[in-house]
């Protein structure tokens, strides 16, 4: 097993088990989206989405994601002050396992949890070498554990 599948295997213990405590229950009245999720909580968390913006203008200039989040801030790309604020969090550039769907999971926030979901950054399918396309989504922890173990 690779480290990285490691690490999110650890992180889903983590969140299985009850490390991370913050649920989100929608009222019964609150519609659900297409994932089944309420429509409240499908607003995308901001700092998901800073990191996310931080992430693609590292690749924009380097034609690769950075092996740690720390780069960013060395580089001057995303805010100490961002950074000091991130939950706990699982990230490898090379993807921490593969969805069924064919995306790939680069960062994992342990902190955000929504009935069984945790937000994550996806690197897309994407069959142009130089480019890529990241999306801050709630994947459920059951995926997120089979996309651990899937062979690369």
Aim: charged content about 25%; some cysteine; overall charge negative.
């Amino acid at each position: 097993m690779t480290t990285p599948r490691l690490s999110l295997l650890c992180l889903l213990l983590c969140l299985l088990t009850g490390c991370v405590t913050e649920t989100r229950k929608a009222d019964a009245a609150q519609g659900r989206g297409p994932n089944g999720l309420p429509q409240q909580v499908l607003r995308v968390p901001q700092l998901m989405q800073d990191v996310s913006g931080d992430l693609l203008r590292y690749h924009a200039q380097y034609r690769a994601l950075p092996a740690e989040l720390e780069v960013l801030v060395a580089e001057r790309i995303m805010p100490a002050e961002r950074f000091a604020e991130l939950p706990d969090y699982a990230y490898h550039p090379d993807g921490l396992g593969t969805l069924r769907d064919g995306r790939v999971v680069i960062l994992v926030d342990a902190e955000i949890r929504i009935e069984g979901h945790a937000w994550c950054i996806v690197r897309e399918p994407n069959d142009r070498p130089r480019t890529i396309q990241l999306n801050v989504t709630p994947i459920a922890l059951s995926e997120l554990e089979a996309a651990a173990r899937r062979a690369p």
